[in-house]
């Protein structure tokens, strides 16, 4: 069993477009993220959520909204994407800080 | 705020050798967790190895250890008998305890390493 799922793997679309990436976890852990990797490798925090409610949420553009219907899952939505939003995306889950469970990343390439 | 920093963007070492990969950080928190994830070429993201910051023990996993020195605010990675499959990036990362759930896991910018015949 997938502990840590990401839908899709790949995501092309074209600039201006409305996508959705779908995450799922089924640790029962209480808190969940979203990373973004750069072209570089860098990892860098966008949310967090803790049981539904928005914890962190660092400098990201508002066409960048996520969303946790129950603290099984969270969701991102990207709306007006931009070259610039091309990325790998990561889900994650934690329980207190005994290190994050990554999913396997959502490479999203904008042209 | 945190920072971590890996000053060797890229390594390389022989299979069955010894490489050792460095991490510094910098922080004014007593409580914490430090943490190494490896990417291989398939981006998963894997945890390697975990320490606790009020341990004075040095992890190990295997052939996996770390030299945690926290006076001086640094966590290497030893990687022992080095295999083929140990080829990926590895990174450095920290998160704090005492920012409860707000707590963030942050990282460096990684060690790109490759293991050779």
């Known amino acids: 069993d997938t502990a840590v799922s990401q839908t899709p793997k790949y995501l092309v679309t074209q600039m201006g477009n409305d996508k959705s990436i779908k995450c799922e976890q089924n640790?029962?852990?209480?808190?969940m993220y979203w990373y973004k990797q750069d072209s570089k490798k860098f990892l860098k925090i966008m949310f967090s959520?803790?049981?539904?409610?928005?914890?962190i949420n660092e400098t990201v553009p508002n066409r960048f909204s996520p969303k946790s219907p129950d603290k099984a899952h969270l969701n991102l939505h990207i709306n007006s994407l931009e070259l610039g939003d091309s990325a790998v995306y990561f889900c994650?889950?934690?329980?207190?800080?005994?290190?994050?469970?990554f999913g396997s990343g959502t490479r999203l390439t904008v042209v | 705020a945190q920072t971590v920093t890996q000053s060797q963007p890229e390594m390389s070492v022989q299979e069955a050798e010894t490489v050792t990969l460095s991490c510094t950080y910098d922080?004014?928190?007593?409580?914490?967790?430090l943490f190494w994830y490896k990417q291989p070429p398939s981006r998963q993201m894997i945890l390697v190895i975990r320490?606790?910051?009020?341990?004075?023990q040095n992890a190990t996993e295997n052939r996996f250890s770390v030299n945690f020195q926290k006076a001086a605010k640094s966590f290497s990675l030893k990687i022992s008998d080095s295999q083929l499959g140990d080829t990926a990036m590895y990174f450095c990362?920290?998160?704090?305890?005492?920012?409860?759930?707000?707590?963030?896991?942050?990282f460096g910018t990684g060690t790109r390493l490759q293991v050779t015949l």
């Open positions: 994650a889950s934690s329980r207190r800080n005994y290190g994050y469970t």
């Open positions: 640790l029962g852990h209480d808190t």
């Open positions: 959520y803790n049981n539904k409610e928005l914890i």
């Open positions: 922080t004014s928190e007593s409580n914490y967790y």
């Open positions: 320490q606790e910051a009020y341990k004075q």
């Open positions: 990362a920290f998160i704090s305890i005492n920012t409860g759930t707000a707590s963030k896991l942050t």
